[in-house]
């Protein structure tokens, strides 16, 4: 089955900066790719999703590109604001079952 | 509208005892998918349920869990004889379509905490 691998699991960036969540599957039938974003207490909430047929997605602040050929994707957030701190889950599906497959997480926190 | 909701929002029970999670998805939805997050862990799938079709519950840990969903709508989580390893937040989400090919709109979560 799909296996989805997260990296890094926490990652610490200054107010105003840049992060970068990046994220490979096993899968090359997958081609759906969901990023999603939980705050403390909360349920995961979609953010910014691609699919296979294209190569980057962008919305406003957050940015995903994904190499089909690699089977990696990632999601880029600039100008980092401290109400993006938050865990951050990418997912894929699109496989051979109807099932959506997460990563474990990155714990990011804005640093004022 | 509306959003996932989930009942109850924490639940503290005894080892051994018997648990029923409750998750009241958007109206019109026609998959439902249950996770458990364990502390600091990612998301781990349990059972879908897309419309009338048979669940898949290749995601359940063992017997001792089972979850059914009525009218297309309201779905049970029932975990019998509670283990400590059991406690975790128990997630709840429906989409649309379903197939894992849309946005999932998550409850906010019941956490089990068994004793």
């Known amino acids: 089955g799909e296996n989805v691998e997260q990296h890094p699991s926490t990652l610490s960036v200054q107010e105003g900066d840049s992060a970068v969540i990046k994220c490979t599957y096993s899968d090359s039938a997958s081609n759906y790719f969901p990023w999603y974003k939980q705050e403390l207490g909360k349920g995961p909430q979609l953010i910014i999703d691609i699919r296979s047929n294209v190569g980057e997605k962008k919305d406003q602040r957050i940015a995903v590109t994904l190499n089909k050929t690699a089977k990696h994707f990632s999601l880029h957030i600039t100008e980092t604001q401290p109400e993006d701190s938050a865990v951050y889950f990418c997912a894929a599906s699109g496989s051979r079952d109807d099932k959506i497959i997460f990563g474990k997480g990155t714990r990011l926190h804005i640093l004022p | 509208g509306a959003g996932v909701s989930q009942s109850p929002s924490n639940k503290v029970t005894e080892k051994g005892k018997d648990v029923e999670l409750r998750c009241d998805p958007i109206?019109?939805?026609?998959?439902l998918y249950w996770y458990r997050q364990s502390l600091g862990q990612g998301l781990e799938f349990l059972i879908y349920?897309?419309?009338?079709?048979?669940?898949?519950k290749s995601g359940l840990p063992s017997d001792r869990f089972s979850a059914e969903r009525t009218g297309g709508s309201v779905s049970t989580l029932t975990i019998q004889r509670t283990q400590q390893e059991d406690s975790a937040v128990y997630l709840c989400a429906s989409s649309l379509v379903g197939r894992g090919m849309d946005e999932q709109f998550f409850g906010p979560g019941t956490r089990l905490t068994v004793l």
């Open positions: 109206s019109g939805h026609t998959a």
């Open positions: 349920f897309q419309g009338n079709s048979a669940p898949d």
